[in-house]
C-alpha cells in the first residue's frame, strides 16, 4: 500500500480545506463564536501574561478559547515506533487537535541524524499548515527515574536545544539510570536530574529559545518517580517543570480479547522493582478510570503537591506508537543500516492484518484542553504553564469553563490555574459551565456526563517530609448528578469560606464504573477504580479531570 492509498485523513495529497470540508471543525465553531478574533493571530509571536498578579481581592481572569492538543505523539524518529510523520499529522487533524508534540525517544542515532531530518518535516508541515501547531519535543530518560517530555518554542535553536539537552542529561545515553535507595550512584543521578532543568531554565532566562516546557510522563507505570524526587524537580525550576501526566497513553492495552489476560489500561503491568520507590502501595501501579494513580487517588500523591499551595498540571495524550487494531509493521532494514546510523526506522507497510498494539491516534480518545486568549506556539505554552487546562477520555465534553468569584464582585473571577484572594468569611461561589458532547465520538457513542465532583484540599505549605504522598485534609465535598442533562449549563456551587486557604479541582465520568476511592468512602465515595485484567475497554469508562483554582484565605 502506497501512500497515497492512505485514507484520507492520512494522506499528505488531501488539503487541510479538503478535510475541513468533511465537517464543521472545533476551530471553525471557535471563530464563529467570535472567541478567536483579531487577537487571535496566527503564528508564534510572544504572548502577553494571560493575567497579572492580583494585588487586591477577587480577580478576573480573561476569556479563554481552548485548543484540544498532545504532548506526547512518537513517529519513525524513535527507535520503537512505527508511523511516518505524515500519519501522525493527519490523524492528528482527523481528530481535531489543534496542537501537537513530536516526542521522540532519545537515542544516539536520534541526537545524531533523527533530530534533524524530522526538524526538517516539521518545518515544511509548519509552513504548509499554519492552523496546525506542531511542536519538536524529546522524551527525556530522567537520570534516576522514568520519562519527561521536553519541548520548546519554535525558533532557530529549538533543534539545537534539544540535542544539546538530550546529549548531556539524558540519563540512558549517560548510563545514569541507577536509582534504586543506597545505591552509590542514586545520589549524583538525581542531582543530575535538577541540573538538567536547571540548564533548560538558564536558556530560557538567557533568551536562547522563546521558551521551554516539562512534564512528567506516566509517572507510577514503573513507580521510580519517588515523592521527592518529582518535587525536586518541580523546585528547581517551576517555570519550565509544570506537571506530568495525570494519565497515560496506551489506553487501548486492556481491550478485551486483544492483548491477553493481564492487560490493563495504560500499559500499567509492572510490579515492584529494586529501582522502584519503596513508599509505594502494590495499588499504585495500576490505573483507575484510565488515571494514574498519583492523580485519581483522591489525597493522594498529586494532592499532596497541590496542597503545599502550588500549581503542578496535569494532562493525558496518546503516547502513541502502535494504534490498536491497524494493519501497518515496521518496515526492513536497507543492508547495513540501522537505528544508531540513520536515526530513523524504514517507513511502515500495510499488512491487511491486525497488528500488536496499545494506542490510540492522537485525538482519537485522550484530550488535553489548553485555555488560551491567542492561537499560538508560545499561547499554548503559556496556557499550559498556567494551569488553563482540562482533560477528557472518550470525547465526554464538548467543553468546561470553570470559574471561582466573590459573591460581591461582578467579574469574571479566577478560572483555572489561577488565586482567588479573599477575606475571612466571604461568601464565594463555584461556577461549572458544562458543554455536553453533541456528536457520536470515535467509537460511534454519543458520551454522556453523569456525575461532576468537587474536590477540596486545605493548603498548608511545603512539606517537611519530601516523600509525602497523602493530603488528609482533601476529600470529595460536593456531588452532582447530571444524568440526562444536554446542551450547555451551569452548575453554581457556593464554596465556605473559613479560616484557611484552599484550593478545589473537579473531576467527572459517565457513571459507568466508579465504586469507594483508594482512600475510603469517607474520602471520595465514588472515585475510578481499577478494571479486571485483560477487561478494561476504555470507551465504557470516561472521565474528566481539572485543574485546581486556589483560594487564598487573608484575615477580615
Not at 509493521?329 to 540501522?338: H, L, S, T, V
Not at 461549572?432 to 453523569?450: D, E, M, Y
Request: charge should be negative.
Amino acid at each position: 500500500m502506497t501512500e497515497q492509498q492512505l485514507p484520507a485523513w492520512a494522506d499528505p495529497s488531501v488539503s487541510p480545506a479538503a478535510l475541513d470540508a468533511q465537517g464543521v471543525s472545533r476551530r471553525q465553531l471557535l471563530r464563529r463564536a467570535g472567541l478567536f478574533g483579531a487577537a487571535f493571530a496566527l503564528g508564534s509571536a510572544a504572548t502577553p501574561a494571560l493575567a497579572s498578579a492580583q494585588r487586591g481581592f477577587g480577580g478576573d481572569d480573561p476569556r479563554l478559547a481552548y485548543l484540544v492538543g498532545d504532548h506526547h505523539v512518537h513517529s519513525v524518529y524513535s527507535h520503537d515506533a512505527k508511523y511516518t510523520f505524515t500519519q501522525q499529522a493527519r490523524a492528528a487533524a482527523k481528530y481535531g487537535l489543534d496542537w501537537m508534540v513530536f516526542n521522540e525517544h532519545s537515542n544516539f542515532g536520534h541526537a545524531y541524524y533523527g533530530a534533524k531530518m524530522e526538524h526538517a518535516e516539521i518545518l515544511k508541515a509548519r509552513a504548509a499548515n499554519p492552523r496546525q501547531l506542531i511542536f519538536q519535543g524529546l522524551e527525556w530518560y530522567i537520570p534516576a527515574a522514568e520519562h519527561c517530555t521536553v519541548f520548546a518554542a519554535p525558533g532557530p535553536a529549538e533543534t539545537d536545544l534539544l540535542t544539546r539537552f538530550e546529549l548531556a542529561y539524558d540519563g540512558k545515553l549517560l548510563g545514569y539510570t541507577e536509582g534504586s535507595a543506597g545505591a552509590t550512584d542514586t545520589a549524583r543521578n538525581e542531582a543530575h536530574a535538577v541540573k538538567a532543568v536547571q540548564w533548560l531554565a538558564e536558556q530560557r532566562r538567557t533568551g536562547y529559545v522563546d521558551d521551554v516546557l516539562v512534564l512528567a510522563n506516566h509517572p507510577l507505570r514503573l513507580g521510580i518517580d519517588s515523592p521527592h524526587e518529582m518535587r525536586n524537580w518541580r523546585d528547581a525550576a517551576p517555570e519550565i517543570v509544570i506537571g506530568m501526566e495525570g494519565a497515560p497513553g496506551a489506553q487501548g492495552a486492556a481491550l478485551p480479547g486483544w492483548r491477553g489476560s493481564t492487560s490493563i489500561r495504560g500499559e500499567y503491568e509492572n510490579k515492584p522493582s529494586a529501582q522502584s520507590w519503596a513508599g509505594y502501595p502494590a495499588d499504585a501501579y495500576l490505573t483507575y478510570g484510565g488515571f494514574d494513580w498519583a492523580t485519581a487517588t483522591v489525597g493522594g500523591l498529586w494532592d499532596s503537591m497541590l496542597a503545599e499551595g502550588r500549581l503542578f498540571t496535569i494532562t493525558t495524550n496518546s503516547d502513541n506508537h502502535r494504534t490498536v487494531f491497524d494493519t501497518w509493521k515496521n518496515g526492513d532494514w536497507p543492508a547495513g543500516q540501522n537505528f544508531d546510523n540513520t536515526g530513523k526506522l524504514p517507513d511502515p507497510v500495510n499488512t491487511d492484518t491486525p497488528q500488536p498494539g496499545s494506542d490510540f491516534w492522537p485525538g482519537e480518545f485522550s484530550r488535553t484542553h489548553v485555555g488560551v486568549t491567542r492561537y499560538g506556539y508560545r499561547a499554548v505554552m503559556t496556557g499550559l504553564r498556567a494551569g488553563r487546562v482540562w482533560l477528557d477520555h472518550g470525547h465526554l465534553l464538548d467543553g468546561l469553563d470553570v470559574r471561582v468569584k466573590r459573591d460581591c464582585d461582578a467579574g469574571r473571577g479566577v478560572t483555572l490555574g489561577g488565586r482567588l484572594r479573599v477575606r475571612k468569611g466571604e461568601k464565594i461561589t463555584l461556577y461549572v459551565t458544562v458543554t455536553t458532547a453533541s456528536r457520536a465520538n470515535p467509537q460511534g457513542i454519543l458520551p454522556q456526563l453523569a456525575q461532576v465532583d468537587v474536590i477540596r484540599g486545605a493548603v498548608r505549605g511545603p512539606v517537611s517530609d519530601r516523600d509525602t504522598w497523602k493530603a488528609p485534609d482533601t476529600k470529595v465535598v460536593h456531588t452532582t448528578d447530571v444524568s440526562g442533562r444536554k446542551g450547555t449549563y451551569t452548575l453554581r456551587i457556593p464554596l465556605p469560606v473559613g479560616d484557611e486557604s484552599f484550593y478545589v479541582r473537579l473531576r467527572g465520568s459517565d457513571g459507568n464504573r466508579h465504586g469507594a476511592g483508594y482512600l475510603g468512602a469517607a474520602v471520595d465515595p465514588h472515585g475510578p477504580i481499577p478494571h479486571e485484567p485483560g477487561n478494561g475497554d476504555p470507551w465504557a469508562d470516561t472521565w474528566f479531570y481539572a485543574n485546581p483554582v486556589f483560594v487564598d484565605v487573608v484575615g477580615a
